[in-house]
């Protein structure tokens, strides 16, 4: 036996062990059928079927999602793929401190994960419904502030970009908000090292550029069905490395 088909053997062993037959079988077939049709080469809608079979646990949840109209705000989920929420699920702890650029069901997650959250909303209205929407018996640690910058060249994206400056280093940062590029080249310098960047809709090409930011992180990529949506999306990690030189992230 190579050493290919070793290492091969070795993950189908491993991947056994931690997710039983059924989702291992479905990984190999997803693997085969990526071998002929890459992901990127179709729309998020035909890789519904190709998502199924590599995560057969989250059919579930996407099914039932077809049965019902709550937003992710009510499921109190991040409004991420499913595979980056199981992630988050086993990595956030309460003693993590929170921040995120865009608020929803993330919000209602952090929080019960017992998390120091700040959350930075730039839309009136929904913070307003964000508001109404978090369970008092959770808010007791939820710093929100109002940044009002509702476009890409609005007066206030300069302030709203570099709020994550007030109250850092961050264990977490979520950037699902305006300016994502900008917010997350804002935010290198205060994630603890360590720590993670949460970047979704990693999928689209307009931020195909943002890996570069992270050079010399560890980047886990997460593509898959998400909550209270009917297509596919990707959303990346950044983890930071424990030793960074800070001055070079800085002038970069």
């Given at each position: 036996m190579n050493w290919l088909e070793t290492h091969m053997l070795d993950r189908a062993v491993r991947s056994l062990r931690k997710h039983g037959v059924f989702p291992t079988a479905g990984k190999a077939v997803s693997a085969c059928l990526e071998t002929v049709i890459h992901p990127r080469h179709l729309s998020s809608h035909l890789r519904v079927p190709?998502?199924?079979?590599?995560?057969?646990?989250?059919?579930?949840?996407?099914?039932?999602?077809?049965?019902?109209?709550?937003?992710?705000?009510?499921?109190?989920?991040p409004w991420?793929?499913?595979?980056?929420?199981d992630y988050l699920s086993e990595y956030v702890t309460p003693q993590h401190k929170v921040f995120e650029w865009g608020g929803g069901g993330s919000t209602?997650?952090?929080?019960?994960?017992?998390?120091?959250?700040?959350?930075?909303?730039?839309?009136?209205?929904?913070?307003?419904?964000?508001?109404?929407?978090?369970?008092?018996?959770?808010?007791?640690?939820?710093?929100l502030r109002f940044v009002p910058a509702d476009s890409s060249n609005a007066p206030g994206q300069q302030d709203y970009i570099n709020s994550?400056?007030?109250?850092?280093p961050w264990d977490v940062v979520l950037v699902d908000g305006w300016n994502r590029p900008e917010c997350a080249a804002r935010a290198r310098e205060w994630v603890r090292p360590g720590g993670i960047l949460v970047f979704d809709n990693t999928d689209k090409p307009k931020y195909s550029s943002v890996p570069?930011?992270?050079?010399?992180?560890?980047?886990?990529e997460f593509r898959g069905l998400g909550p209270a949506r009917s297509w596919t999306t990707k959303t990346d990690v950044y983890i930071k490395p424990k030793a960074l030189d800070l001055s070079s992230a800085r002038t970069s």
């Open positions: 190709l998502e199924m079979i590599r995560h057969p646990e989250h059919i579930h949840h996407w099914v039932a999602d077809r049965f019902r109209t709550s937003r992710a705000l009510d499921q109190g989920v991420l793929a499913w595979p980056c929420v209602v997650f952090f929080l019960k994960k017992g998390c120091a959250l700040t959350t930075i909303e730039s839309n009136e209205g929904w913070r307003d419904q964000l508001r109404a929407g978090i369970d008092s018996e959770n808010s007791t640690r939820w710093d994550v400056s007030s109250g850092g570069e930011l992270f050079a010399g992180w560890t980047r886990k």
